[in-house]
């Protein structure tokens, strides 16, 4: 804290009283500033942790299991596998539309080796499409 001392030799003429201070000193706004913005930091995160949620309990066999993914993938043979199972061309029709009328809303996953030509890739994509399947992804790998 600062204060304003008038020096005065003796003389009335020369005392005129108090003069203002004109500086303010911050360092007291400053140091209660830091203590209230560390209790609000600290008090902000309890807060939100007290909110009174009750939480509902479930199974995990009440949840079912996640449905497995339906993969058509194509190799460099120009062979269709659904999943690990090797098929034909007219049996991966059938199999399309049985897996089709079991869940219509599945998303496909469509894997094609790199070796095999763009063409044969759409070619399997229409395949899948003509079906019915409307969500079809194709399945790619990261880069290492």
Do not use: C, H
Not at 23 to 50: C, K, R, S, Y
Not at 68 to 88: A, C, F, T
Not at 112 to 127: A, R
């Amino acid at each position: 804290m600062g204060i304003s001392v008038n020096r005065n030799n003796g003389d009335e003429a020369d005392f005129v009283g108090y003069k203002p201070m004109a500086e303010i000193n911050v360092t007291p706004l400053v140091d209660v500033m830091l203590v209230l913005l560390i209790i609000f930091m600290v008090a902000a995160p309890l807060m939100m942790a007290q909110l009174p949620i009750e939480m509902p309990e479930a199974d995990l066999e009440d949840m079912g299991k996640p449905k497995e993914p339906l993969v058509i993938s194509i190799d460099m043979q120009r062979q269709y596998y659904i999943g690990d199972d090797k098929v034909d061309n007219t049996t991966l029709m059938a199999r399309l539309s049985a897996e089709m009328a079991r869940d219509a809303a599945q998303t496909v996953y469509v894997r094609g080796d790199k070796g095999v030509s763009y063409g044969e890739v759409i070619g399997l994509l229409s395949m899948v499409s003509t079906t019915g399947f409307t969500q079809i992804s194709l399945m790619t790998e990261a880069p290492q």
